[in-house]
């Protein structure tokens, strides 16, 4: 099963892009990078997701390398309301899914 | 309103009574979820269904089971409660994971457990 790496924390200024880079290196061709967030105890939030070419949507954007040994999650104008742990999540075949450690992203005025 | 809804939300018990947690979904998912979250730790995912009658473990399946008989509900029981069973659950559904990658899962409000 592919399993994801990712950096523990990092801050990002308001209203500057936030990059949050995600190593998934034992990723099988078929498989699906996904991006989710949860601020406090709530329920993790879908981001985005993808399978090797660059995906955007109203949320953020995501770049998967050419080899998809590697994603970035940008959020291109961070607020103080995207302060979440961020996780990045590669999805097996047959359902079961492997949350990573996250990254606690703080975003500050 | 698309959501998925839990009950409890919140569960003081004892060691050793029988408890279920309800989950239930309004979209007509195929997949359904539970995953536990402890302090430090990220979500680690219990029980999954692909669909109706059809269930596997995920990485922490001890001390729990669960039932699909219904699209919509997943329940998740605990036989006999154990105090490492305290934790925040969550339960989540969505169209479908892995290969065919049509769009992420929804998750529920969660529930909180603790047992004494």
């Known amino acids: 099963d592919a399993k994801t790496t990712q950096p523990p924390s990092m801050d990002c200024a308001e209203g500057r892009a936030a990059n949050l880079p995600c190593n998934h290196s034992t990723i099988s061709g078929n498989e699906y990078v996904y991006w989710y967030r949860q601020i406090h105890s709530q329920g993790p939030q879908y981001i985005i997701h993808g399978l090797k070419n660059n995906e955007t949507n109203e949320m953020a954007s995501l770049i998967i390398t050419e080899d998809r040994k590697s994603s970035t999650l940008i959020l291109p104008h961070a607020t103080l309301r995207d302060t979440a742990v961020y996780y990045c999540?590669?999805?097996?075949?047959?359902?079961?899914?492997?949350f990573g450690a996250g990254t606690q992203v703080v975003v500050t005025p | 309103e698309a959501q998925v809804t839990q009950n409890p939300r919140y569960l003081i018990t004892v060691t050793g009574k029988k408890l279920t947690v309800t989950c239930s979904q309004n979209m007509n998912h195929e997949y359904m979820s539970w995953y536990r979250q402890d302090p430090g730790l990220g979500l680690r995912q219990i029980y999954y269904s692909m669909n109706v009658e059809v269930t596997d473990k995920g990485d922490v399946p001890e001390g729990y089971k669960v039932s699909r008989k219904e699209k919509r509900n997943f329940p998740l029981i605990l036989e006999s409660p154990s105090p490492n069973q305290t934790s925040l659950y969550f339960c989540a559904s969505s169209f479908s994971v892995g290969t065919s990658g049509s769009g992420g899962q929804f998750f529920g409000p969660g529930t909180r457990l603790t047992v004494l």
């Open positions: 999540i590669v999805a097996d075949s047959w359902g079961k899914l492997q």
